[in-house]
């Protein structure tokens, strides 16, 4: 079992930055792929970004290529998604979530979530 805490969402400007972190229980966090989706109200969630056990593999959606990174620190059990250039369009909940094995970009092939924490990016 995994369990996931998601924390650093805001209010931040057009043009900003913020850095989401995503805390996980367990002894073996380095198992896991990890990924961070979206969902802005009245829309299905979204992939935003994934990484392997190692970090030497990760995806991103087309729209935040550039923009955000995704990292990971085994030893602190947590991941990251650096977010800079923020558009309104990025606004929604952020939820990271947990998979064993290689990283998907498909949102029903993470067995682990967390409850998110909220990005709202104002023009």
């Known amino acids: 079992q995994v369990q996931l805490v998601e924390s650093g969402g805001g209010l931040v400007q057009a043009g900003g930055s913020l850095r989401l972190s995503c805390a996980a229980s367990?002894?073996?966090?380095?198992?896991?792929?990890m990924a961070w989706f979206r969902q802005a109200p009245g829309k299905e969630r979204e992939f935003v970004t994934a990484?392997?056990?190692?970090?030497?593999?990760?995806y991103y959606a087309d729209s935040v290529k550039g923009r955000f990174t995704i990292s990971r620190d085994n030893a602190k059990n947590t991941v990251y998604l650096q977010m800079n250039s923020l558009k309104p369009e990025d606004t929604a909940a952020y939820h990271c979530?947990?998979?064993?094995?290689?990283?998907?970009?498909?949102?029903?092939?993470?067995?682990?979530w967390g409850q998110g924490t909220h990005v709202t990016v104002s023009s």
């Open positions: 990484i392997s056990w190692s970090g030497g593999i990760t």
């Open positions: 979530a947990a998979r064993e094995r290689v990283p998907s970009k498909g949102v029903y092939t993470y067995s682990y």
């Open positions: 367990g002894r073996t966090f380095s198992r896991y792929a």
